[in-house]
């Protein structure tokens, strides 16, 4: 089966003020680069407010979509804004996790990857920030959970930031384990290895800034691998970030594009090892448009090696 390549058009029409990071060219840079790949093309479905429920209230829900300007932009904090195509990419993106897991649950593709925007790992319960409006990868978690009937879910983000809005999603979800490795110091500033969660089933792997592929993939082997074997998760959900790497804007971390090859390909043996191969990858992070683009076919293409 191929891999499953998941996006729509609307996650274009999401647009940010000039000079913003997380722009349109991120996602045209993405599509380019995958273009020849040989995968499974999915037009991802917008998301039902019943999928949202799952991870917002009703009332954010309904506040986000009336933050929608109808022309301009709307900022709903420091750095993250709304455009008038915005609702339309956050529920496209939900949309597409949503389907992903589906399919991979259903049979159809043993994995998948959501090239989507805006991100979500950022998102928390009733709060926009860092760019994410839904919390896309904590969505994919429930969905597996609540609708499918699994029993325990795995989320590993690699995103250089913290996945502060997964953790906040899944803080009391004993079902989910929560891997997430991020620059500390760094933006948002949560993720210390004492937050743990409800039921102790989130894991934070700090690194510190100026360290590099070596660093991670130690930190990798022996925290992230033997959590995830001993929780042995029926479906691993990636937010897959790509601003760890050696030429992003935003951060100091110094991993090459091979490191993201190397945590995929690791994930890919261990889902293969524990749940079928079963893996939903999604977008989060990632703002040098060349290393962004390479990191995402090293992703990609890793996953296409897995998938049988
Ligand atoms: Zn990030």
Redesign the pocket.
Known sequence: MKTALLTHADCLEHVTPDGHPERVARLEHILHALESLDLNRVTAPLAADDDLLRIHPESYIRDVRKMRPAEGFAQIDGDTFMSPGSVDAACRAAGAVVRAVDMVLGGEAQNAFCAIRPPGHHAETDTAMGFCLFGNAALAAKHALDHHGLNRVAVVDF???HGNGTQDLLWDEKRALVITSQQMPLWPGSGRPDETGAYETILNIPLSPGSGGAEMRAAYETQAFPRLRAFKPDLIIISA?F?AHQDDPLANLNWSTGDFAWVTAELCNIADELCGGRIVSTL??GYDLNALAQATLAHVEELMKAAR
């Open positions: 995103d250089v930031h970030g601003d989060e992070g």
